[in-house]
């Protein structure tokens, strides 16, 4: 950037008056010249700034007006002179917010100033009226202006640089350009004074005291309340404020009348006794002691997490209130995070984080179907009642039940967090999220006949069950049940009273057979349960009833899906093969002759894609209706 110094201009020292926060204002500026004021300037080599016809030092009449800043930023003072050589071109005092060169370009080269313009940097920078706090403050001068030293004969007559002192009109200041060695003076006022050695009282002072940089035997610095503060805050405690320190304080007796905090560890090497009568030991006793052993007795505990001990003793009843379950898998969890949906709402998946000991894994596998039971703080979202359907829809008085799918293993090392997806009902609505601390157990499994086995037991009865693929059980899940066998009415199955449901029974006394059976559904999937681009997973689906094919005899099916995205869902059921399939699909025979199933095409190509783009596993549920439009039998596949 080409700039002009002081040496290539020149500007009377009292035809130019600038005053700062006119009328009060930061941002409003007052200014004056005397009468004939002019600004001569001289730059070699710049057409326009160097001599003139008569080789002498060009001049401009010089103008200034009012000014009222739009920004609150610094401003600079330049002198815009005209290029243009008409009479009557004066050259302006202007103000920008940044610095610029004779051009009128700022280091980016950018055009700031007007094209037609020099602009001479008369050295004045004047403060923003926003300090760095964000409050607003009145401007002052940074860097004051410089008239310039350009040799010229008016210069000189001026006073130049023979002269002991210099006169500024523009901000009415007085400079001492000599070094004034000895003087009296009876009163000095000063805004800023620097002082390289004071005496007072004959005695010298160099300076003024820092902490911790001054040492505290020091007789030439000035001690100052921030010194004192600051070397207080450091060496000593305070009597007017909470205080700390990180050395050893020894107290010989002390005693709290108010509340006591202690930041950190704290270290008793003796018992810790409370109460307001003191502490009696035994079952009996009375108060607390924290014992210098590690062992506490008390009157009871309240913990809002976790208890984690290696025995129980002294009562040695297990109590119950609600099911018990033995699962393929089971956890506690340890937190949740709910998924956001783009418009800010909760979406119906999220990821859970489990409690697990050391070295403990997680019990947790894909596709497993999870029950999670719970007491909301928030008493609203508790049951009012209790509730048992007998085919896995459990409410409890005071708790809330939850039911999601595990879509995903997040962290396969120790199984400890993973993702899921919320239960969908009949009605569109969905399960309530899981909860920290909260208990659940894998009941099931969508795809994983390994872990389709679990048993519970209720109040009135327990069941055994396997191959549990559904959110619900179904007639041929029931491997067993013991205890009040009512409930199995709900399947078709006609018992009453206290008595055993089992598939065989071993044994020297009476066997009775009952004869009506529950009809199972098989799904064959002859391709894969992954599919690539471009492929199709064809579905054969099969009933039976014991040893009968009972295929032919279902009046009605029904395919629906579980993308995890409810809308898109909605979507696929108006395509046209799930509408054929779910009216009456065609009732087909295998190869051999030997079996009737129905089939289903599963898709993942260009314009059939029946499979969710979110790259989770997307389930299919199958279901078979009789003439009543009663559930024969369903079941889901992952794929």
């Known amino acids: 950037m080409t700039n002009a110094r002081p040496e290539n201009y020149w500007i009377a020292p009292d035809a130019l008056y600038i005053t700062l926060n006119a009328m009060g204002q930061p941002d409003y500026l007052q200014g004056n010249v005397s009468s004939g004021a002019v600004i001569m300037c001289y730059m070699r080599g710049i057409d326009g700034l160097s001599f003139d016809a008569g080789h002498n030092y060009r001049r401009w009449p010089l103008a200034v007006a009012p000014t009222y800043f739009n ?61 760095t706090d964000g409050t607003t ?12 030293s350009l040799a010229s004969d008016e210069a000189i007559a001026a006073g130049g640089t023979d002269s002991w002192w210099k006169y500024s009109s523009v901000d009415d200041t007085v400079t001492f350009i000599k070094t004034i ?7 000095i006022t000063a805004k800023v004074a620097t002082i390289s050695k004071l005496i007072l009282g004959g005695k010298p002072l160099s300076g003024v005291a820092e902490y911790p940089k001054t040492s505290s035997n020091s007789e030439t610095d000035v001690v100052t309340p921030k010194y004192i503060s600051d070397r207080g805050e450091k060496e000593y405690l305070s009597k007017t404020k909470d205080d700390a320190t990180s050395h050893k304080l020894t107290i010989g007796e002390t005693e709290v009348t108010g509340k ?31 014992g210098k052993d590690g062992a506490m007795q008390g009157d009871s505990l309240t913990l809002r997490r976790f208890l984690e001990v290696p025995e129980l003793r002294y009562n040695r009843v297990d109590v119950f209130v609600g099911n018990q379950w033995r ?42 179907i999870c029950m999670g039971i719970f007491h909301d703080y928030n008493t609203a979202n508790n049951s009012t009642d209790d509730y048992d359907d007998y085919k896995g829809n459990f409410r409890f ?18 199984n400890s967090s993973f993702k899921y997806a919320l239960r969908e009902y009949s009605d569109g609505s969905f399960s309530k999220h899981p909860s920290a601390y909260m208990h659940f157990v894998c009941y099931g499994n969508f795809t994983n006949q390994d872990r389709q086995s679990s048993r519970y037991s209720t109040l009135r009865y327990e069941r055994m069950l396997v191959n549990v693929n559904t959110w619900e059980f179904q007639a041929a899940n029931i491997a067993m049940q013991e205890g009040d066998l009512d409930n199995l009415k709900v399947y078709g199955l006609d018992m009453t009273g206290y008595s055993i449901y089992l598939e065989n029974i071993y ?101 059939d894609n029946d499979l969710s783009m979110d790259e989770l596993s997307t389930l299919f549920t199958f279901k078979a209706y009789d003439k009543d439009s009663a559930v024969l039998a369903k079941k889901s596949i992952a794929i």
């Open 71 to 131: 920004t609150s930023t610094p401003k600079y003072v330049y002198a815009a002179i005209p290029k243009s050589d008409a009479v009557n071109a004066y050259a302006q005092i202007v103000y920008p917010s940044e610095k610029i060169d004779i051009y009128g370009k700022n280091e980016k080269g950018e055009q700031i100033g007007a094209n037609g313009y020099f602009f001479i940097f008369l050295q004045g920078i004047i403060s923003a009226s926003v300090a």
């Open 327 to 368: 699962a393929p898998g089971a956890g506690i969890v340890k937190a949740v995070v709910p998924d956001t949906n783009s418009d800010g709402t909760t979406a119906n998946t999220g990821t859970v984080y489990l409690k697990l000991e050391k070295g403990e894994i997680g019990k947790i596998a894909v596709d497993d």
């Open 137 to 148: 403050q009145m401007r002052s001068w940074t860097q004051r202006v410089d008239c310039g």
């Open 507 to 607: 044994m020297s006394g009476t066997i009775e057979q009952i004869e009506k059976l529950a009809v199972k559904m098989e799904i064959e999937n002859t391709f894969s349960e992954v599919l690539d681009y471009g492929e199709t997973a064809p579905l054969r689906i099969f009933l039976t009833r014991g040893f009968d094919d009972f295929t032919e005899k279902a009046m009605k099916w029904s395919v629906t899906r579980d993308s995890g995205d409810a809308t898109n869902d909605a979507a696929w059921q108006q395509k046209a093969k799930v509408v054929a399939f779910n009216n009456a699909p065609t009732i087909k025979t295998t190869e051999d002759g030997q079996r009737k199933y129905v089939g289903f095409d599963i898709a993942f190509k260009d314009g």
């Open 181 to 187: 060695t000895k003087a009296v003076f009876d009163n």
């Open 260 to 290: 006591s905090k202690t930041h950190g560890n704290a270290d008793f090497l003796s018992d810790v006794v409370v109460g307001e009568q003191g502490f009696a030991d035994g079952m009996t006793g009375f108060g607390i002691k924290l």
């Open 397 to 414: 008085s005071g708790f809330y039940t939850c039911y999601f799918r595990i879509t995903e293993i997040t962290e396969t090392a120790t």
